[in-house]
């Protein structure tokens, strides 16, 4: 079974360009999360979607940064501008929430470098 | 590939011997636990779960156990190898999607 499928693995661009993160979840799974990793403050989630609806953005650091999922199989996560402090590995992962159990499964993450 | 870095907790523990890795967690109203393992280079990977309504529970080579009193989840690790060589996380959640990550700590297997 493919697992969550991340792109690119590696991401570096410089400041004020574009990035867009890329997430295929586990199919059949019906929840997707982002989180973004960093030596300081370890994972963070950023934005939560459940059916394809963003549920919990409360993450999201600020409006520079956004996230879609236009069907069950895909969803990106969109920063514009870029800053340097956006370097961070970013994990994509995917669950089929039932009940109270909501069993996470992590893509290989995207590590991004800001310049 | 990296996770968390130059500060982490370590644990180096000899080829064989048998590995403890400890968790203090912070909400008493949470009612499940996860330990991830995350190697360099990949996203965290599920090991064990717990239930709040269980002390323990075993899987292969892998034991959690979960002491509520004082908030405390252990991972022990039996007869460790050097695959076993990665950050462990535990993470807590009280019934929702929302999932509090520890800090982690990094497990060194000494050959």
């Known amino acids: 079974d493919a697992g969550v499928i991340q792109s690119p693995r590696h991401e570096v661009t410089e400041m004020g360009q574009e990035v867009t993160l890329r997430c295929k979840p586990i199919s059949g799974h019906n929840s997707l999360f982002w989180y973004r990793q960093t030596m300081m403050r370890g994972l963070e989630l950023l934005i939560y979607f459940n059916n394809n609806v963003p549920i919990d953005d409360s993450g999201m650091p600020e409006d520079r940064f956004s996230a879609k999922m236009p069907n069950a199989s895909f969803s990106t996560l969109k920063i514009q501008p870029s800053e340097p402090r956006d370097s961070a590995v970013y994990f994509c992962?995917?669950?089929?929430?039932?009940?109270?159990?909501?069993?996470?499964?992590f893509g290989p993450g995207t590590r991004l470098t800001v310049l | 590939g990296e996770s968390v870095g130059l500060h982490l907790p370590t644990l180096s523990v000899q080829e064989g011997d048998n590995s403890i890795i400890n968790c203090a967690y912070s909400n008493s109203a949470s009612d499940y636990f996860i330990w991830y393992k995350q190697e360099s280079g990949k996203g965290p990977q599920f090991i064990i779960d717990?239930?709040?309504?269980?002390d323990k529970r075993q899987g292969q080579r892998v034991t959690v156990l979960l002491n509520k009193t004082v908030k405390h989840l252990s991972l022990q690790i039996a007869a460790t190898q050097p695959g076993d060589s990665a950050v462990y996380f535990c993470?807590?959640?009280?019934?929702?999607?929302?999932?509090?990550f520890g800090t982690g700590t990094r497990l060194k297997v000494l050959a």
């Open positions: 993470a807590e959640t009280g019934g929702t999607y929302k999932y509090i």
């Open positions: 992962a995917s669950s089929l929430a039932q009940g109270e159990i909501h069993e996470q499964f």
């Open positions: 717990i239930r709040s309504n269980m």
